[in-house]
């Protein structure tokens, strides 16, 4: 429910809601929010709120030794987005790390020298901390880095998340689609890359005067992104259209001939695989797990993160050349279906229920 809920927050939720389905229970502790309550119940969830986005760490583990220490758990999951909770320093129940990515030095990217270097030296601990913890990660970028960093390669499960097959589809066929539509999808925030869009779309305005860009998202880098916009004399193309609801979003990609997911590093990508879903092919950077989650040369391509010359040519060359881009629609479809949040479920369960019992990956 938060409104900057993304990826990771999804990928949890469809894990635990399919636990609490099978007779587990669960509570979540959660990040407050403007208008939030600070105790809530969904889908089975018990959800507790505190702290904001500049203290979580410190407010979570307050709250859980004013209100569960005294409780009986079988097994505590840490996500691990950002900054560590350094939760095997304080529960009493087996940890289980749950990783979409790291950080590392794209911390600063987004925030300041400070923030960026806080953020640095908190992951910096995870070997030393974790060191007992077994983990499970999305994607073999993440696994390569865990283990990179000094955790042991055994302790690490690799699940991939999953799709929801019944929310996502085509509507509008592939070959329907005459405009060509640009789309971004995703939070705005610096470190998530639209600004390598904006810049890279002067260069396919030149190729394609008739093409617009979408921005599908919301966040604190809006006000910059539209400022860019406006800089590069490219507002009249570009439209910023928010947060969408789930039934306006999957429209969008519908409207789409080409998704772009620029950003540097990515837990797994699951917008590029939702915009395949939709029979849309992806350019995005050659990062971290957009090289799992995009198929280079069948279901997209991929560029060198930065390079807005090469973005633009790759965002040109599937704009313009048809056949090519029906064939990674296509394959793109097939590709998405490969994917299921129960399947997600039933091999995270199997993580889950060993972490418990003290067995490692």
Partial sequence: MHPEAGGAELHLSEILRRAVRDGDRVTWLSEAFPGSRPEDSIEGLRVLRKGSWYN?????????????????????????????FFTPCY???????????LFGSTAFREASPLVGA???????LIPLVYRKVPFLVISDSTRDDLVHRGIARDSISVVRCGLDQEGYGITARPEDRSEPVVLFLGRLRKYKGAQYVLRAFPNVLRAVPEARLQIV???PYRSALEALARSLQIE????????????????????????????????????????????VPVVASRSPGLVE?????????????????????AIVRLLTDRPLRLAMAAAGRVWAQSFTWERCYQESRAVLVNAAQGVGA
């Fill in 118 to 124: 806080v953020v640095w030296a908190h992951e910096s």
């Fill in 56 to 84: 979580t760490h410190l407010a979570l583990a307050q709250l859980y030794r004013q209100r569960l220490r005294g409780e009986r758990f079988d097994l505590v999951i840490e996500d691990i987005n950002k900054v560590p």
């Fill in 236 to 279: 009249a193309r570009v439209e910023f259209l928010g947060a969408l609801s789930h039934r306006d979003k999957v429209a969008a990609l519908n409207r789409a001939q080409v998704v772009t997911a620029p950003s540097p590093k990515e837990g797994w990508g699951l917008t590029a695989i939702e915009a395949n879903a939709c029979g």
């Fill in 91 to 101: 529960v009493r129940a087996p940890v289980l790390a749950v990783v979409p990515h």
């Fill in 217 to 219: 998202g919301d966040g």
């Fill in 293 to 313: 989650s995009v198929r280079e040369g069948e279901t997209g391509l991929l560029v060198r993160h930065g390079d807005t010359e090469e973005l633009a040519g």
